[in-house]
């Protein structure tokens, strides 16, 4: 068993590159007004411990738990103003995230399963008021098995979970599951790879149209799930 115990702190400065701005692809957005804007800064603690132990001759199981803290003071927020243009504030107020994020890994001959779960709890404050931070699943699963024989062969199956997100009009997004599969037989010197990505064919575009009015002037949606939906790729590694 082993304890870890970190923080630190940091900063960001000023920058006019952020998905705000290229969600609205730049367009009409002012640039920074330096003299009225700072560095964002942030401070962070974390807290985490790790357990390993062999659960038989052909068999390991170990577990990692990691509390952390993040806040962000003053964080620069992308404006709209009354005259349809959009300008970078600085407003008194902060975000933070609180959270745990647990994995666990278990091995037995030439199989590992490994299941991660993250619960983030993330908020901004502003003149009093607290509302969730948009865009963030609260919980998330991560779920990989893969089967391996060293050298040889890898097939590995993926599965990864998002629970429903705050959106910036104020709704709520679906929740949605993505699935892949991964295969590589290897040689001595070269390997060939074949991957199936989102094969459920998990699209935001299943669930609603991501953006309204007309191609030329189009008002475009918050982007929470993928758009590419399903998705092969293959190759070959050649060992020099």
């Known amino acids: 068993m082993?304890?870890?115990?970190?923080?630190?702190?940091?900063?960001?400065t000023p920058t006019v590159f952020t998905e705000d701005a290229e969600r609205l692809q730049f367009r009409n957005v002012l640039p920074i007004d330096i003299e009225r804007t700072k560095a964002e800064e942030s401070l962070g603690s974390n807290f985490d411990i790790n357990y390993r132990t062999p659960l038989s001759e052909r068999m390991t199981f170990s577990i990692n738990s990691l509390l952390f803290y993040t806040r962000v003071n003053e964080p620069i927020l992308l404006t709209?103003?009354?005259?349809?243009?959009?300008?970078?504030?600085?407003?008194k107020g902060f975000i933070d995230t609180k959270g745990i994020e647990t994995n666990i890994k278990l091995i037995y001959d030439h199989l590992k399963l490994f299941v991660g779960y993250t619960h983030a709890n993330?908020?901004?404050?502003?003149?009093?008021?607290?509302?969730?931070f948009p865009l963030v699943a609260r919980h998330r699963l991560n779920n990989v098995l893969i089967y391996e024989i060293h050298g040889e062969l890898r097939i590995g199956l993926e599965a990864y979970y998002f629970s429903p997100q705050e959106l910036n009009d104020g709704?709520?997004?679906?929740?949605?599951?993505?699935?892949?599969?991964?295969?590589?037989?290897?040689?001595?010197?070269?390997?060939?790879?074949l991957n199936f990505e989102n094969f459920l064919d998990t699209r935001q575009t299943k669930f609603e149209t991501i953006f309204t009015g007309s191609i030329t002037s189009p008002t475009f949606n918050d982007i929470y799930a993928p758009v590419d939906g399903f998705v092969v790729n293959g190759g070959l590694k050649i060992k020099l």
Do not use: C
């Open 80 to 91: 709209a103003t009354s005259s349809e243009l959009y300008e970078f504030q600085q407003p």
């Open 2 to 12: 082993t304890l870890r115990l970190g923080g630190g702190l940091g900063y960001k």
């Open 171 to 193: 709704r709520t997004s679906r929740q949605y599951w993505i699935l892949g599969l991964m295969t590589e037989k290897i040689w001595e010197d070269f390997s060939v790879f």
């Open 122 to 132: 993330v908020k901004q404050h502003y003149s009093g008021n607290t509302t969730a």
